[in-house]
């Protein structure tokens, strides 16, 4: 779960000196969001978001303001410009939570990743919610169970240790803090078949001993503990 794993590489740079009519040129025709601004050694010196384009540019509704004969205004604006010096960068060894982290405490919609001061990719809102979708596996594949368990160790490893004496197969094992009960944490777990079991006699199988929150079963999503 490490940076290096889920970054966007070959990532499209701005000089310095790039024109930011240009720019938005770009991420028109790429869809992307994002620009790392490299000075003339390559190095990272700043990033222009979408929306520091869109800010850069007149509003189509009023006059004014805009391209006149290519002589200033807007053709005489560089990524230098509009640019946010010194962005957060982050190490393409680092986790993928630490990105999550600071995506949300700073709400932006990239870090450039940065190794010994080389320009490596960029790490995305996009790219971490592709990891999230990995981890917790296709919508529609499956059941996925969540349970409530003690955040010590033991009750993972003894309910894992259930599931496989059911002779059941498990895809993936997603555990994370549980924000409404301190001291546990929430563990989701998929699994591809149930065997010849129904997923009711499952249900009441592990409820005897885990506590089952929901199922979620051929995209139906069953509570069986008030949130």
């Keep these: 779960m490490l940076v290096r794993d889920w970054m966007t590489v070959n990532v499209i740079t701005l000089g310095v000196n790039y024109s930011v009519l240009d720019a938005a040129k770009i991420l028109r025709g790429k869809n992307i969001r994002q620009f790392p601004v490299v000075d003339n050694d390559g190095n990272l010196v700043g ?54 982290e600071l995506l949300v405490r700073h709400k932006i919609g990239g870090l450039p990743v940065v190794d010994g001061g080389e320009l490596r990719g960029i790490i995305t809102q996009a790219d971490v919610m592709r990891f999230l979708c990995a981890a917790a596996g296709p919508m529609r594949s499956g059941t996925q169970f969540a349970f409530r368990l003690q955040a010590r160790p033991g009750p993972l490893a003894e309910l894992l240790t259930d ?33 010849d079991r129904s997923v009711e006699d499952l249900v009441e199988i592990l409820q005897r001993k885990h506590t089952l929150l929901y199922y979620v079963n051929e995209g139906i999503t069953v509570d069986l503990v008030r949130p």
């Design 163 to 195: 599931i496989r004496d059911l002779g059941l197969c498990y895809s993936s094992v997603f555990a994370a803090t549980d924000l409404n009960c301190p001291g546990h944490r929430r563990v989701y777990i998929r699994l591809e078949r149930t065997g």
């Design 47 to 100: 990033i222009v978001s979408d929306r520091d384009i869109r800010d850069a540019m007149p509003s189509k509704f009023i006059p004014g303001d805009a391209v006149d004969g290519k002589k200033g205004g807007l053709y005489t604006l560089t990524a230098g410009d509009i640019m946010t010096l010194d962005p957060i960068t982050v190490t393409s060894d680092a986790p993928i939570n630490e990105v999550a």
